[in-house]
């Protein structure tokens, strides 16, 4: 086993190591690690993203069900539009998209070329999120709301955006769980693993009617990511998340940014 292949599995744990202190965000790191350290197709790497996504964040979400933070008809009102759209995404969309989308000055868009392109804008936009979000988190308790039209567009669209890069998109599930159904912060977060484990989870089923899984490799790297949010837990006992949250941005947005350069220089 190369350097560049242990350093893979060191980003697997470092995956729910980042889930656990933060709350969120280590997602966006596994289609890159996955891609550029051990060398897995992209197509292929959003569709273990989505494996190891959903069940690092079942881990946490069983865990906040216990605790009773977590607001099962939220989920339940959001989850289902958003798992119906990323199903749809893996089962349909991804395997219909072309294998050369366009040609710029010479330069061939490949499918794999425009995943990864995308990805990374949708790294630089979370990235921004996470660097600018200087709010006071609210955790007062008011009446949920439920805001139907907007709740089951937002579902969606989270969906579609799961589906296509393999992210859990918890930037874009927390703010609508708060805005739409005005959840307090706390119970905002505990929702939305919930929610992304389930998308994501029944998304992957519409992977395994596509293409072949190696199962080995990849409970092994979720078992690692697994033992990470396990460890980001207990740190979360001794180190603020919340400070470590714009830090972590800087690092995406680097990253995105680096994606960026690597996919067009190529």
Known sequence: MGIIEILGYVGALIIGLVLGLIGGG??????????YLLA????????????????????????????????????????????IAVYATR???????????FSVAGFEVTKNIGIMLFF?????????????????ESDVEEKTVYNYPLIILEGIGVGLLTGIVGAGG?????PALVLLAKLPMK?????????????????????????????????IFTGLSIV??????YLN?????KKLKKAFGWFVLVMGIYIIWKEISA
């Open 187 to 219: 119970r905002a977060v505990a929702t939305s693993l919930l929610i992304i484990a389930i998308k994501s989870l029944i998304g992957f089923i519409g992977d395994i009617q596509n293409m072949d899984i190696d199962w080995v490799f990849l409970l």
């Open 228 to 233: 990470g949010i396990f460890i980001g837990m």
């Open 237 to 241: 006992k001794f180190i603020d998340g």
């Open 120 to 136: 990374a804008i949708i790294m630089v936009v979370s990235s921004i999120s996470m660097i600018l979000n200087n709010k006071v």
């Open 91 to 101: 089962m349909y969309l991804v395997p219909a998209i072309p294998d050369t989308l």
């Open 170 to 174: 918890g930037f874009l599930i927390i």
């Open 26 to 35: 280590g997602s966006i790191l596994t289609v890159p690690i996955l891609v």
């Open 40 to 83: 897995v197709n992209p197509v292929t790497a959003t569709a273990y993203s989505l494996f190891v996504v959903g069940a690092t964040s079942l881990v946490g979400a069983v865990k906040n069900i216990r605790k009773k933070q977590v607001d099962l008809r939220t989920a339940f009102v959001f989850a289902v539009p958003a798992f």
